[in-house]
């Protein structure tokens, strides 16, 4: 038997409990309120759920700054390709494209982000976010770079 096995690929339960045990929550991660909820690798996607905080994303009409509403977007996208990878890389946003629908408010916001394409090169991605009536917020596509963490750490 060789040495250089591959590591047994993890399932969608374990990467689910990673995440929610983790320790090291980025802090954006923590601002936006990120947890998450689905994984499916088979789809390449995930449900996340925001805690959208009213002291700290709300612009003057007391909605949630679309600036915020991109954040949550691309950490939907960001987190379906570390998924698609099976935990093996991140893939940094190249470009982002995002439709608002309805304004969001601040309290709990479900999130859905899905790779579409998991190219050598380029991921292909979508995320949508809908409010507690699960009526859709805004929209977004998006390209990204599989980076595997081994490249990405400085």
Known sequence: MSETTAPEPLTDDAILQRFLRTKNQPTGSQTLGFRMVAVSQADKSVEVEFDAKAELLLNPMKQIQGGYLCAMLDECMSVACM??????????????????FRPGLPG?????????????????TEGELYDPEGRLLA???????PTPFANYKK
């Open 108 to 124: 709990k916001i479900r999130g859905v982000g899905k790779v579409v394409k998991w190219g050598r090169q380029v991921a292909f």
């Open 139 to 145: 929209k977004a596509t998006g390209t990204a770079i």
């Open 83 to 100: 998924v698609a990878s099976g935990m093996t890389a991140v893939a940094p946003t190249l470009e982002m494209k995002t439709s608002f």
